[in-house]
């Protein structure tokens, strides 16, 4: 009763965080989408796979189901994996299967980082189109299918005026990402992913002119705000901690070199918490670093700030969870 909040409706939010009725959506708004199979049981593999192809990615239906704390230490603290033959599609669906009543298996769509690009659409409370911002991942981490590390804002007014129609078609409100990645093989951009919630790079589009979150926090107080509709292009963006590691796992799978990836963080650039103004996020994340580095033992992996067990227990039996020794 005390707060006022611009979102959809908790159906509209429950078939934008599955990705099977997401993909069904789209399709229906005329959107492309990857090959996909949905599976609940070891006997569906085969016939998935032999639609799909390989390699070819496992992940839940409901992403919620994989950040359980216990499926984070089972799976990796990974949203997908990535299978390359049977024997791995079989043994990740295993590891998988407790945490998630259905997973769906989904091809590769091939292509560096940089073919996928992310529209960020606000719609306010009263339905209206907003403002739209694009990013273009020019390094995800693990490379090829993970978050983007470093990002640069550019224009694609096609694309976003696509994803804008689709979630107004949808009767969204409030913020959304959605993420498409161009297929090589038809030249077709092709929804991966929505997002109805904030994402770690948004704050990009307000250091290009398209401030998001002070829109929404006006949107709820039921005042207006015009933004601007053109925004400034070529500007970057890094989380130079996951960068560094990303670069590093490119070049030894021969994807990027490593001067390549240097020279690409030239130009304008904007840190995820490194401030002139206020070195305090930067000490923190140097000081988790080395802690991580201190605490990793032969037989564990850190994991925020401390060595835990490959099996994801504690010696009490405990499985750690997600805000543990944050």
């Not at 229906?28 to 996909?36: A, I, N, Q």
């Not at 769509?109 to 996928?116: E, L, M």
């Not at 601007?228 to 970057?236: A, D, F, L, T």
């Not at 989380?239 to 990836?261: D, P």
């Amino acid at each position: 009763p005390h707060y006022r909040f611009v979102q959809s409706p908790p159906s509209l939010l429950a078939s934008l965080t599955d990705k099977t009725e997401t993909y069904d959506l789209a399709r229906r708004h005329g959107l492309d989408v990857p090959r996909h199979v949905v599976v609940a049981d070891v006997s569906d593999l085969e016939r998935a796979a032999a639609e799909v192809g390989y390699p070819c990615f496992l992940k839940p239906a409901r992403s919620p189901d994989w950040a359980q704390p216990e499926a984070r230490a089972a799976l990796g603290q990974t949203k997908l994996v990535c299978a390359r033959d049977p024997s791995s599609l079989r043994a990740a669906f295993e590891r998988a299967r407790p945490f998630a009543e259905r997973h769906v298996v989904q091809e590769v769509v091939p292509g560096p980082d940089t073919d996928n690009y992310y529209v960020v659409c606000y719609v306010d409370a009263k339905g209206a189109p907003r403002a739209r911002f694009v990013h273009r991942k020019l390094l995800m981490r693990p490379p090829g299918r993970g978050v983007g590390c470093l990002i640069e804002s550019v224009r694609h007014d096609a694309l976003a005026a696509r994803a804008m129609d689709f979630l107004l078609t949808l009767g969204h409100l409030g913020l959304a990402g959605l993420e498409f990645k161009r297929d090589p093989r038809d030249g077709r951009l092709k929804l991966l992913d929505l997002n109805p919630r904030w994402g770690i790079g948004d704050s990009l589009a307000a250091v290009c002119g398209i401030d998001m979150a002070w829109l929404y926090y006006l949107d709820c107080l039921g005042l207006d705000l015009r933004l601007p509709s053109r925004y400034r292009c070529g500007v970057k963006w890094v989380q130079m901690r996951s960068y560094l590691r990303a670069a590093w796992i490119a070049h030894r799978q021969g994807h990027v070199g490593l001067v390549r990836s240097l020279l690409n963080l030239r130009g304008e650039l904007h840190h995820s918490v490194l401030a002139l103004d206020d070195l305090r996020p930067t000490a923190w994340t140097l000081g988790d670093m080395l802690a991580g580095r201190l605490s990793r033992g032969p037989q564990g992996v850190a994991v925020a700030g401390r060595a835990i067990p490959r099996s994801g227990r504690e010696a009490n039996g405990r499985t750690p969870g997600r805000g543990d020794g944050r």
